[in-house]
């Protein structure tokens, strides 16, 4: 089964806006993670959220997950066009260590 | 603030030959692992590694790739025989001590093969 599916596949906002993007998985997860990825470049990890917490703040980050739901929300208040890169989700599933990524987000933000 | 790091940047190289692609993790970490991005596609796992030994391993992972911890320092990903689709960009990763599955993994920059 498919884990991380994000939602919408590309997004364009204006700076100053809030962008909110959405990873829905099919099977249960330990914690779920969110990164981010400039254009060709590495990974940045931004946020880990535990399957028993339901909201948790970094900044200009707001994470929520839905375990019920199986999904998982990304918010970044008051973007900015260093915003712009594509974003992942990523879960840990049953007792194994390996991280399962999504297609992603494409975040643009335009000046 | 400790980061992964990976050389090369980037690796061309004939297709059947070696490479070996190099990885330094944060040093208090203690999982190690590999993954790999094929252009425009998703980050796929490729292999796990705790306690000097292989703990986990996907099927893209075959008798083609190996991985070692030679030092106490670095990590590397051996590709015996190269393949045109083993073009992809190669990421590093670690976490902390704790229990597997539990912690954030920290990426590094990441390798470009490309295989002519």
């Known amino acids: 089964s498919q884990q991380g599916e994000e939602d919408p596949q590309a997004l364009s906002i204006q700076e100053g806006e809030n962008a909110t993007m959405n990873c829905s998985y099919k099977?249960?997860?330990?914690?779920l993670q969110w990164y981010r990825q400039n254009s060709g470049r590495g990974l940045v990890h931004l946020i880990l959220i535990r399957s028993n917490e339901r909201e948790k703040h970094s900044g200009r980050l707001r994470v929520t997950l839905d375990t019920s739901k199986k999904s998982s929300s990304l918010l970044i208040t008051a973007s900015r066009a260093a915003d712009t890169a594509s974003y992942f989700c990523a879960g840990y599933t049953g007792a194994n260590s390996k991280l399962t990524f999504g297609k992603g987000i494409t975040l643009s933000v335009r000046p | 603030e400790p980061e992964v790091t990976q050389t090369p940047s980037h690796q061309v190289t004939q297709m059947g030959q070696e490479v070996i692609l190099r990885c330094v993790p944060i040093?208090?970490?203690?999982?190690f692992y590999w993954y790999r991005q094929i252009l425009g596609q998703k980050v796929e796992f490729l292999v796990s590694f705790y306690n000097n030994e292989i703990s986990e391993k996907s099927e893209i992972f075959d008798d083609q790739f190996s991985v070692e911890r030679p030092d106490g320092s670095n990590f590397t990903l051996k590709i015996r025989s190269t393949k045109l689709e083993d073009s992809a960009m190669y990421f590093c990763?670690?976490?902390?001590?704790?229990?597997?599955?539990?912690?954030?993994?920290?990426f590094g920059p990441g390798t470009r093969l490309t295989v002519l």
């Open positions: 099977t249960s997860i330990n914690n």
């Open positions: 040093s208090n970490h203690l999982y």
């Open positions: 990763a670690s976490s902390p001590p704790g229990l597997a599955g539990r912690n954030e993994q920290f």
